[in-house]
């Protein structure tokens, strides 16, 4: 076995045996050379059991056991806000609310964010043709006032009349 427990019990063990012939263990692996189950026995383990007919189980998954019971337990709540919770909207948009009912509680705030962030930006007509549009990005900063976020935007508006 090549985890350092596993490997250290299996020496305790052997140090046992050679100090005591009495003593006796049985350490089973699994596939990938884990360790699965350990039995031991010694002369006062024995006496013990003809008295009492009574045996020490260890369960080494109880920590394991109670992280993947907590995990549970979480995912629960997240799953009972997700169905029974809808989110706060933003905005009229079908989209959004279309957006509320598909996605999660945690991926919907995502896309709420990039989508608000979308809306806050200001289209400012740079110049214009018979056919193309082009228009400057700006973003609306907290004073009021705006910044350039893309360079240009072009629009081309005969396969806008089309649409």
Known sequence: M??????????HFIGEQEKNEYFFFMIEADDDDRLK?????????????K????VVVFDTTYNT???LAQQRHEEIIVD???????????SPLIMEKQMAVI????????FQKE?????????????????LCFNKVMDR????SFKLKVQEVMVDKVAVMYM
């Not at 189950?37 to 059991?49: K, L, Q």
């Not at 008295?51 to 009574?54: E, G, K, Q, T, Y």
């Not at 996605?103 to 995502?110: D, V």
């Not at 989508?115 to 056919?131: I, T």
């Open 141 to 144: 900063k907290k004073d009021g």
């Open 65 to 67: 056991n109670r992280v």
């Open 115 to 131: 989508l608000w962030k979308c809306l806050a930006g200001v289209l400012q007509l740079a110049r214009e043709d018979d056919n």
């Open 51 to 54: 008295f009492d007919s009574d």
């Open 37 to 49: 189950h350990c039995f031991w026995d010694d002369p006062t383990s024995r006496r013990a059991y």
């Open 80 to 90: 009972h806000v997700d169905i029974n919770e809808q989110p706060m909207l933003k």
């Open 103 to 110: 996605y999660t509680r945690k991926i919907f705030y995502k």
């Open 2 to 11: 090549k985890e350092h427990d596993a490997q250290m019990l299996s020496e």
